[in-house]
T-cell receptor, first 115, second 113 residues
Framework: DAMVIQNPRYQVTQFGKPVTLSCSQT?????MYWYQQKSSQAPKLLFH???????NEADTPDNFQSRRPNTSFCFLDIRSPGLGDAAMYLC??????????????FGPGTRLTVL | AQSVTQLGSHVSVSEGALVLLRCNYS??????LFWYVQYPNQGLQLLLK??????LVKGINGFEAEFKKSETSFHLTKPSAHMSDAAEYFC???????????FGTGTRLKVLA
């Protein structure tokens, strides 16, 4: 089945220690998204890629970076995690459709704990 | 600009009772509307979507929603709640020409035995 896969599902890191979360997709979608979701809150868009074009949200901290080496993979790098970065990180994909909506397909998420 | 308001951050219903989760939207362009469900420690799963076809939309797990333009609403209903429906539900809006979704703040549904 075509899907969005996130690894690992649970990640524990130490304060200030860089961490990388990964997302892969078999849907061949050209748009990929990273969201941060804190407990009992709506997902917050960090950035998205349209093919290789990177689009950062204005309020995304510089501490968060992303890489998309190819269509299938996208990575979220947190350079110096703080306690406030503990959250669920969701990856999503969509296929661009001219003149229509872009339905987003979500992965299962990675829960990040910062000690 | 678009926005979504979900009334009631927590809703409790008895098993077998009607489920009604409220979503109101604001949009200056024709909206596309979605309901997602999220179980603990999982991603978002699409329940149903309105994409300008039929105003009454049927989704998975017995849920449905009705788009009412005059009321700017897209409320989610299910005739009979099941214990397995306990989860968090998010309403979202988007429109043609954007990659962004605007999510509501979510409603946590509790089903009482």
């Amino acid at each position: 089945d075509a899907m969005v896969i996130q690894n690992p599902r649970y990640q524990v890191t130490q304060f200030g220690k860089p961490v990388t979360l990964s997302c892969s997709q078999t849907l061949n979608h050209n748009v990929m998204y990273w969201y941060q979701q804190k407990s009992s809150q709506a997902p917050k868009l960090l950035f998205h890629y349209y093919d290789k074009d990177f689009n950062n949200e204005a309020d995304t901290p510089d501490n968060f970076q992303s890489r998309r080496p190819n269509t299938s993979f996208c990575f979220l790098d947190i350079r110096s995690p703080g306690l406030g970065d503990a959250a669920m990180y969701l990856c999503a994909t969509s296929r661009e459709l001219q003149g229509a909506y872009n339905e987003q397909f979500f992965g299962p998420g990675t829960r990040l704990t910062v000690l | 600009a678009q926005s979504v308001t979900q009334l009631g951050s927590h809703v409790s219903v008895s098993e077998g009772a009607l489920v009604l989760l409220r979503c109101n939207y604001s949009s200056s362009v024709p909206p596309y509307l979605f309901w997602y469900v999220q179980y603990p420690n999982q991603g978002l799963q699409l329940l149903l979507k309105y994409t300008s076809a039929a105003t009454l939309v049927k989704g998975i797990n017995g849920f449905e929603a009705e788009f009412k333009k005059s009321e700017t609403s897209f409320h989610l209903t299910k005739p009979s709640a099941h214990m397995s429906d306990a989860a968090e539900y998010f309403c979202a809006v988007t429109h043609s020409g954007t990659y962004k979704y605007i999510f509501g703040t979510g409603t946590r549904l509790k089903v009482l035995a």
